[in-house]
């Protein structure tokens, strides 16, 4: 898979989830409305039980006013009964992305710590600078970057244990362009 179909993808994948319209992701895709109409059908079509999580997602909001994570971190959202549509459809799209979003957010916490634990119990000095999404980065002397890129994939994959497993990939270079 090439770079450019794997951000396609993920375009599609987490605008569907979170609710995207024919219009939107024709936009975000550079295709025409009728190919990402069939796009989102086939999606569903395929993931049946993306819809109904989706749906019993906003229901538990509307009884709660709030979701959570898989973690119990909870994102409270009182205009789930808005009467202004507009006001009431962003609630429901936050009630379906705050899980999502909100335990992968999570997880990466999970790691983040068992990195950093491990990385000073070994006395080694690189250090993690910088997180974004679902990415972390760091500063590594060349003599240890075997050892800290084992270390980092190690507890990504291993932070959480789902039903699906978790993979994580390292890149190495001189800066974050680089190691894309």
């Given at each position: 898979m090439t770079k450019d179909?794997?951000?396609?993808?993920?375009?599609?994948?987490?605008?569907?989830?979170?609710?995207?319209s024919a219009f939107?992701?024709?936009?975000?895709?550079?295709?025409?409305?009728?190919e990402a109409k069939q796009l989102i059908d086939d999606y569903f079509a395929a993931f049946p039980k993306i819809q109904s999580f989706i749906e019993a997602q906003k229901q538990f909001a509307r009884e709660h006013l709030y979701v959570e994570?898989?973690?119990g971190r909870k994102r409270y959202l009182p205009d789930i009964v808005s009467h202004n549509a507009?006001?009431?459809?962003?609630?429901?799209?936050?009630?379906?992305?705050?899980?999502?979003?909100?335990?992968?957010?999570?997880?990466?916490?999970?790691?983040?710590?068992?990195?950093?634990?491990?990385?000073?119990?070994?006395?080694?000095?690189?250090?993690?600078?910088?997180?974004?999404?679902?990415?972390?980065?760091?500063?590594?002397?060349?003599d240890e970057v075997e050892q800290v890129r084992r270390i980092v994939v190690e507890n990504m994959q291993n932070?959480?244990?789902?039903?699906?497993?978790?993979?994580?990939?390292?890149?190495?270079?001189d800066n974050w362009l680089e190691a894309h």
């Open positions: 179909q794997r951000r396609k993808a993920k375009t599609a994948n987490f605008g569907i989830l979170y609710g995207i939107g992701l024709s936009q975000q895709l550079d295709c025409s409305r009728t994570t898989l973690f507009t006001v009431r459809a962003f609630a429901e799209r936050n009630a379906v992305n705050a899980p999502v979003q909100g335990t992968a957010a999570d997880i990466i916490k999970i790691a983040m710590v068992a990195i950093h634990r491990e990385l000073k119990q070994r006395g080694l000095k690189a250090q993690m600078i910088m997180q974004v999404h679902d990415e972390l980065n760091f500063n590594v002397p060349v932070a959480v244990h789902l039903s699906v497993p978790l993979i994580a990939e390292c890149g190495i270079g």
